[in-house]
């Protein structure tokens, strides 16, 4: 079930404490506006360090924004309470997003729907776009990369199975392609935490489901943390043992996916046609 | 032949008409451009009818164009190199500072109170001819190809920063968000995710800047800055018109040699 600013507060004194026993992500009453439109109503929310979360709820309930509000790439509401960190660092407190936020995004690999590639970049150069943050600028500048980075994003591009495309153009690849080579540039950028908005979305199912494999296998073999936000439910019950639901900017749902039942499911997605419920009905009976 | 189906749904459609509004708006843009072109007539001393009259004179000066002097072409070949290494390099000091102005000239990276200050200093040197600028320079460092490759450089700086910065804003800012999330600085946003995205069009307006600055670097030798201009304007000015032919032949090969170079070459960019 959602927990109150009250119940997160008591766990954020981490003096004496090391990386590894810090939450990944907290979120303590986040609340974001568009124009009229409340896209964030008072989150809180804990992720902590090896977990594999999955974001459920309708389009436009407001997953995406969290994501982004985490990896600081848009700021929330000015209200002082407002406060995100990603393992103790403050990453935006009161609408204001940290000065030295690259230091904190370099740890946490963003996933997106539409990939987020450059097409015109082959694959090798966009998979050491990962390393920017970590070399020197006039290295980034010049496109100078050692021999062991390039190394590195080899090994990383043979991780998810496309080291045999390393040098074609992004833009020839298929989507499935693409966002294997977008996880691998979070490998290469040696991410704690991956964030994935909707990766999947735009993907056949083969596709989907080899993508959804890759992120668990980080989570599991790995421990990285990884949160991803899903419309497919079945992906998100498979892969992720806990779900947090979105409704209107709201968190209704915080929990096992082993408690959720299509009931629930049913009142989150106000029973509409994106969801098959009869479909998922007999997967979650066989848990 | 419609079908009975076809000829219910036709009963129910029908073709919507041209708002009154539309009708209005182009009868009165087509009034307003024909009292333009009426307005100009006068000014612009239109009088088609001086072109029967002067047949002699234009069949006379054609008729020079008939048989070309190629007697002087190694100074004809020399003067064209020279016109080509002003466009060279005019073109060449212009695209380097076009790229900066260009992005700072881009309203989607860079704030408005730096886009529109150089935004008009980049009007202003587009808005300015080369032929003008040639005559100040040549006043600055005197006569010859220097004052034509720093007229050429000023101008098309004008012109490149325009475009540089219209490709940098038609980009698509997805790639750049996705760099910017593994948190690369601003300059490695632009670096890796913007100039790929424009570089094929960059070069294209290059290339095209390239080609029209052949053709003005052999004007602007009229007014002293070097290159094969001041050969032309020689020509033209002691009436030989055989000569003037063999001049203009020379750069019409030249250009249409480097046009067609040129179009090959945006073409493996694109």
Same mark, same amino acid.
């Given at each position: ?191 704690? !935490? ?9 993907? &056949?199912?083969? %596709?989907?489901? /080899?993508?959804? *494999?890759? @992120? =668990? ?25 806990? !779900? ?9 749902? &915080?929990?096992? %996916?082993?408690? /959720?039942?299509? *009931?629930? @499911? =049913? ?21 | ?270």
């Amino acid at each position: 079930m959602p927990v109150s600013a009250e119940e997160i507060q008591p766990l954020l004194s981490y003096s004496n404490k090391s990386i590894d026993q810090l939450p990944a992500v907290e979120i303590i009453s986040l609340w974001k506006t568009f124009g009229d439109l409340q896209a964030l109503k008072e989150i809180n929310v804990l992720f902590q360090s090896g977990e594999m979360v999955g974001l459920i709820g309708t389009s436009g309930s407001g997953k995406s924004t969290l994501l982004r509000h985490i990896s600081g790439l848009i700021a929330s509401d000015a209200r002082s309470e407002c406060q995100i960190k990603v393992w103790g660092q403050v990453v935006q407190s009161g609408g204001q997003i940290c000065s030295d936020v690259r230091k904190i995004r370099a740890e946490i690999g963003f996933i997106f729907q539409q990939f987020n590639l450059v097409e015109r970049m082959s694959l090798l150069k966009n998979v050491l776009v990962g390393r920017l943050a970590k070399i020197p600028g006039y290295r980034s500048l010049f496109h100078l990369f050692t021999r062991s980075e390039k190394m590195e994003a080899m090994q990383a591009l043979d991780r998810v199975g496309l080291a045999s495309h390393a040098s074609q153009r992004a833009g020839t690849l298929s989507g499935g392609q693409q966002q294997r080579a977008a996880i691998a540039r979070t490998l290469q950028q040696q991410a704690k !935490i991956i964030l994935a908005d909707e990766p999947i979305a735009s993907l &056949d199912p083969a %596709s989907a489901r /080899l993508v959804m *494999e890759t @992120l =668990g296998e980080l989570n599991q073999q790995d421990g990285i943390t990884v949160v991803v936000s899903l419309h497919q439910i079945s992906f998100a019950i498979r892969f992720c043992p806990r !779900i947090v639901a979105l409704k209107s900017g709201e968190i209704v749902f &915080d929990g096992s %996916s082993e408690d /959720l039942s299509v *009931e629930q @499911l =049913g009142w989150i997605y106000d029973s509409d046609s994106e969801v098959d419920f009869e479909a998922i009905r007999p997967k979650l009976e066989e848990r | 032949m419609l079908t009975s189906a076809e000829n219910n749904s036709s009963a129910r459609l029908e073709v919507p008409k041209t708002p009154l509004g539309t009708i209005l708006s182009c009868f009165v843009a087509t009034v307003l451009l024909v009292a333009i072109l009426l307005f100009s007539i006068e000014g612009a001393e239109i009088r088609f009818g001086d072109l029967w009259k002067n047949r002699g004179n234009m069949l006379e000066y054609g008729s020079g164009f008939l048989k070309p002097d190629f007697l002087d072409w190694p100074d004809y070949l020399q003067e064209m190199i020279i016109t080509l290494q002003i466009a060279v390099w005019g073109t060449f000091l212009a695209i380097m500072g076009a790229i900066p102005f260009g992005l700072i000239c881009s309203s989607n990276i860079s704030p408005s109170w730096m886009t529109q200050p150089v935004r008009r200093l980049m009007d202003l040197l587009r808005s300015v001819n080369e032929m003008v600028f040639a005559m100040l320079f040549i006043a600055a460092v005197g006569l010859g190809p220097f004052a034509g490759v720093l007229a050429l450089s000023l101008h098309t700086l004008g012109t490149l920063s325009k475009l540089f910065s219209e490709a940098v804003e038609a980009i698509d800012p997805q790639p750049v968000e996705g760099i910017r999330a593994t948190g690369a600085m601003p300059i490695e946003e632009i670096t890796y995710g913007i100039i790929p995205q424009v570089i094929p069009l960059w070069i294209s307006y290059s290339l095209y800047r390239f080609e029209a600055n052949v053709r003005s670097a052999s004007v602007i030798g009229m007014v002293g800055a070097g290159g094969i201009g001041m050969l032309l304007w020689d020509a033209i000015r002691s009436f030989n018109y055989a000569k003037t032919a063999a001049i203009v032949l020379v750069i019409v090969v030249v250009v249409s040699v480097l046009d067609f170079a040129s179009s090959r070459i945006r073409r493996l960019y694109i």
